[in-house]
């Protein structure tokens, strides 16, 4: 069974950056695509970014494209996300995710808070 931790949520002003991690574990790293959803207050979960096994490929929604940055780090098992020039509306509990194909996803983490104040 795959397991997901991630780490990194907090509070920062807007304009600020946040790093998070997402460290997996019960499965070879290297077999998952992974990636990274939220939820903002009030809304249903959203795709944020993802990113290939090999780390070649990477997608992004349209609101955090140019401010967010995902990345793998397949020897050590973790994918994270480089958030810059955060907003109010980036507000969310964000989760990490992975699965065997790209863009379907079955495995998820408990989530961390990360929480913009204007």
């Known amino acids: 069974q795959v397991q997901l931790v991630e780490s990194g949520g907090g509070l920062v002003q807007a304009g600020g950056s946040l790093r998070l991690s997402c460290e997996a574990s019960g499965r070879t790293f290297s077999s998952l695509a992974m990636g990274w959803y939220r939820q903002r207050p009030g809304k249903q979960r959203e795709f944020v970014a993802d990113?290939?096994?090999?780390?070649?490929?990477?997608d992004y929604a349209d609101s955090v494209k140019g401010r967010f940055t995902i990345s793998r780090d397949n020897a050590k098992n973790t994918v994270n996300l480089q958030m810059n020039s955060l907003k109010p509306e980036d507000t969310a509990v964000y989760y990490c995710?992975?699965?065997?194909?790209?863009?379907?996803?079955?495995?998820w983490g408990q989530g961390t808070q990360v929480t913009v104040s204007s």
């Open positions: 995710t992975g699965g065997s194909d790209y863009g379907q996803y079955n495995y």
């Open positions: 990113i290939t096994r090999s780390g070649a490929r990477t």
